[in-house]
């Protein structure tokens, strides 16, 4: 089964400087698709950024980029000029589709506060 | 377009008591989920669906039934709620397969406390 872990349950960063929120997942399948998801204190989840595994080039989406890690099952998220509107958690998900269904996997979540 | 709606948004129960938490969706989905939040557990899948008439359990899924009758509609069923089910649930939605974003598109959630 796959299993999704991120090891960091909180993190800081200053305003203005970049972190990285680190993920690695489990699986033997070779065609899947990885997410980051934020979900600030408002509780709604979004979509920060998306990974298909069959693509090398690592997703990025303004000041959220992915580092892919494809061997080493490793998907980590950078923030680059952290903004107080970053604070939030933040969750990685693996989904892999299969059979005509797909399910998603959620890591337990890394929850970052910027400080001004 | 009002996306995903989740109603209520909090409820109390007393354990034994039985409830419906509703979904709804607007986009035309074909794909549907339930989750649940816990602290330092993540989101954990309780049941899916894959179009009207099709449903299949998750990582969680005793005590919870669902059904799907309709494209729009998802809603999940506690049958004798439990203190163990205290917690914050999701509903979400994405496109079916084929069509290749598999973004989520989740609800606000609703915060259930059984005493």
């Known amino acids: 089964a796959q299993t999704v872990t991120q090891s960091q349950p909180e993190m800081s960063v200053q305003e203005a400087e970049t972190v990285t929120l680190s993920c690695t997942y489990d699986?033997?399948?070779?065609?899947?698709?990885l997410f980051w998801y934020k979900q600030p204190p408002s509780r709604q989840m979004i979509l920060v950024i998306r990974q298909e595994a069959y693509k090398q080039q690592n997703a990025t989406e303004n000041r959220f980029s992915v580092n892919f890690q494809k061997a080493a099952k490793s998907f980590s998220l950078k923030i680059s000029d952290s903004q107080l509107g970053d604070t939030a958690m933040y969750f990685c998900a693996f989904m892999k589709p299969r059979g005509g269904t797909y399910k998603y996997i959620f890591g337990t979540g890394t929850r970052l506060k910027v400080l001004a | 377009n009002a996306g995903v709606t989740q109603t209520p948004k909090f409820q109390v129960l007393k354990t034994g008591q039985s409830m419906t938490l509703q979904c709804a969706q607007d986009m035309n989905h074909e794909y549907m989920s339930w989750y649940r939040q816990d602290p330092g557990m993540g989101l954990r899948l309780i049941h899916y669906s894959v179009g009207a008439g099709i449903t299949d359990q998750g990582e969680v899924p005793n005590g919870y039934n669902v059904s799907r009758s309709t494209t729009e509609d998802f809603p999940l069923r506690l049958l004798s709620a439990a203190p163990s089910q205290t917690s914050v649930y999701f509903c979400a939605s994405s496109r079916s397969l084929g069509q290749q974003t598999y973004e989520q598109y989740f609800g606000p959630g609703t915060r259930l406390t059984v005493t």
């Open positions: 699986t033997s399948e070779n065609n899947y698709y």
